[in-house]
């Protein structure tokens, strides 16, 4: 019985590239839903689900983690480009992560790294999805139910934005007055909206973080 549950953990190229397909199923199947289903959500509006430590919302992302854009960091890049210039260095991300799977899969490797890699890999196919093909495939979300294959999408193709819906406002305080900078402040502790593959690429990323020298010696 230990080692046949062992055996369910093992990753090889089958159950790999399942593993894969199913998170990208998820991912995309709960963002595809709240596209045609809901309007954006609209700050100081209820949220499409509240159960106060978990809410469902929908709202888009045009740039990297937490909305940071590359023309916030690098001013004289306009928005167009940078975005452009995010989604080409996602592709070519992909691209080399994609070989590096193939070559873990294919020799002796540690079974930990084998499942960062297919959480990381299919986490960022997941958003390289949206990316691409979303501004095409959608019309627009402000305030209105976005229609599939309209005659012309929000967005040309590559342009597209990565939907995000899922939020855990665990607690939210007040910081002291005495504290600079943030005294008086309201504070939500992870207020930060995510998805699906965003999640996927975090428990792989936290795999490699902390198992690193189980997974490289």
Excluded at 22 to 48: C, M, N, R, T, W
Aim: neutral net charge; aromatic residues 18%.
């Amino acid at each position: 019985m230990i080692a046949t549950n062992r055996s369910f953990f093992k990753l090889n190229s089958k159950t790999a590239l399942l593993l894969i397909i199913l998170i990208l199923f998820l991912d995309q199947a709960s963002k595809i839903y709240i596209k045609l289903h809901y309007s954006l959500s609209v700050y100081g509006e209820p949220a499409i689900v509240d159960w106060g430590f978990f809410k469902l919302l929908f709202i888009e992302n045009k740039g990297m983690a937490w909305g940071t854009k590359i023309s916030d960091i690098v001013p004289y890049i306009s928005e167009e480009v940078g975005k452009l210039i995010l989604t080409l260095f996602r592709l070519v991300a992909i691209s080399f992560l994609g070989r590096w799977l193939w070559k873990v899969l294919t020799v002796p490797s540690a079974q930990l790294l084998r499942w960062a890699l297919c959480l990381i890999l299919a986490g960022a196919i997941g958003n390289i999805i949206d990316s691409v093909f979303y501004g095409v495939w959608f019309s627009h979300s402000y305030g209105q139910i976005a229609e599939f294959m309209p005659e012309e999408g929000y967005a040309s193709l590559f342009y597209g934005h990565v939907v995000d819906m899922i939020q855990f406002p665990l607690a939210t305080w007040v910081w002291p007055q005495w504290l600079p900078f943030v005294g008086g402040q309201t504070y939500t502790f992870f207020e930060y909206v995510f998805n699906i593959a965003d999640f996927s690429i975090s428990c792989g990323v936290g795999i490699l973080l902390f198992f690193n020298k189980r997974i490289f010696g």
